[in-house]
């Protein structure tokens, strides 16, 4: 089968945890700033979009070159063998972006590739200047970086934290594949107890759930590479049915609660959807009346801060609350995601390590507070 050189796109600062990710899998990985290279078959295409839970797309690079002119960046995307790739009435919109080079105006980059493929499609199909684009995804990208371009095509479509288990709302949720990375910066495997006493939408507790069942991340959507004409599809079916054989029984309990019913209502259909409803005991509670008799687990959560609460002194009133509460459960690891700089004055403790994160354009901190183990 024919190898490809594959690389996975990610938020800012998870580029470690793809890369661990992908290792665990079963490949060798080389790191950039946002992209984790690995190579592969249309096989590992389908095996990666389907597990990997921290990564946001899994792209195949064409082609890599100089280009500091636009005749150079034609006439190199024009040489690529475009009808071996695109069939005639493939849809292939183009995404450009450039930094620190010399060709930077992010339009003309994007109309000079969409041009040059245009023309070498039409001279490969015998098809003067109309191409109907009325087929299949073919999703494109060219990025300049330091007067290097890459080529690259898109095998994922909708990014992966479009998992297709949650329910839309006006609320704002994590994304499902943050929440995994935030997992999976802690020792979680399901082998311990889990909590997340602020648990909104159910996010982190969903994809604990899925982590701690092996469940494939990926199960109940599409991706591009199912569109894509010269992909063996069947590859995908045989992957679904592979993972389906996989699924384990949950170990250890997952806590979720929240103070606010309705929210949980919500969370309670997300999970369901996901297939966890029952792996997941969801409570609606405060946390200043949360008590539990686990012990040597995991807490995580992510409470309200910034521009979520009217009030940054309520939200600070909470942390406080937490610092009460949840000190005394020292047997278990603490992880909190917070964009509230004074968070650790008002909760009470230092972090033993802190990771400067950002959740979406927000700048946060993941406060993690290690455990004394009895
Ligand atoms: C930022 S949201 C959590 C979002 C969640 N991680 C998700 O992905 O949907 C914070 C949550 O804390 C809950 N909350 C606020 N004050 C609380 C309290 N005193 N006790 C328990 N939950 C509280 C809110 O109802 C809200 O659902």
Redesign the pocket.
């Known amino acids: 089968m024919k190898q490809y050189q594959l690389y996975t796109t990610m938020g800012a600062g998870f580029e470690s945890v793809v890369a661990k990710e992908l290792q665990s899998l079963g490949y060798e990985t080389k790191t950039e700033n946002g992209r984790v290279f690995f190579k592969g078959n249309q096989a590992d295409i389908v095996k990666t979009n389907l597990w990997l839970r921290t990564a946001d797309r899994v792209k195949i690079l064409l082609k890599e070159f100089k280009a500091t002119d636009f005749d150079t960046l034609y006439n190199q995307v024009y040489d690529v063998d475009w009808a071996e790739l695109l069939p005639i009435d493939a849809k292939f919109p183009v995404q450009g972006r450039s930094v620190r080079s010399k060709l930077h105006s992010e339009p003309g980059i994007q109309s000079i590739v969409k041009k040059a493929i245009v023309n070498k499609m039409s001279d490969q199909y015998h098809r003067r200047g109309f191409l109907p684009e009325s087929g299949n995804e073919y999703p494109l990208d060219i990025h300049i970086y330091k007067d290097t371009a890459r080529i690259s095509l898109d095998t994922t479509g909708a990014s992966l934290f479009k998992r297709g288990y949650r329910i839309e709302h006006g609320?704002?949720?994590?994304k499902e594949n943050f929440?995994a990375s935030l997992i999976k910066l802690t020792p979680y495997d399901g082998t311990h107890p889990l909590i997340d006493?602020?648990?909104?939408?159910?996010?982190?507790a969903i994809e604990a759930a899925l982590i701690a069942r092996n469940i494939a991340p990926g199960t109940w959507r599409k991706f591009a590479f199912d569109g894509f004409d010269w992909f063996d599809t069947s590859l995908h079916e045989t992957a679904l049915a592979e993972a389906k054989t996989l699924v384990r029984p949950l170990e250890q309990p997952i806590w979720a609660?929240?103070?606010?019913q309705s929210?949980l209502e919500i969370a309670k259909l997300n999970a369901h959807n996901a297939g966890v409803l029952q792996d997941i005991n969801f409570k609606q509670i405060?946390?200043?009346d949360f008590a539990t008799d686990l012990e040597n687990g995991i807490i995580i959560a992510?409470?309200?801060y910034g521009k979520?609460l009217k009030d940054k002194e309520s939200a600070e009133a909470?942390y406080k609350q937490m610092g009460e509460v949840f000190h005394k459960y020292d047997s278990f690891s603490q992880y909190y995601l917070v964009g509230d700089p004074d968070f650790e004055k008002c909760f009470g403790a230092r972090a033993t390590k802190k990771r400067k994160l950002f959740n979406g354009n927000l700048r946060v901190d993941f406060y993690q507070y290690w455990a004394n183990k009895k």
């Open positions: 609320g704002a949720p994590l929440a006493p602020m648990t909104g939408s159910g996010t982190l609660s929240d103070i606010d929210i405060a946390v200043k992510n409470p309200p979520r909470l």
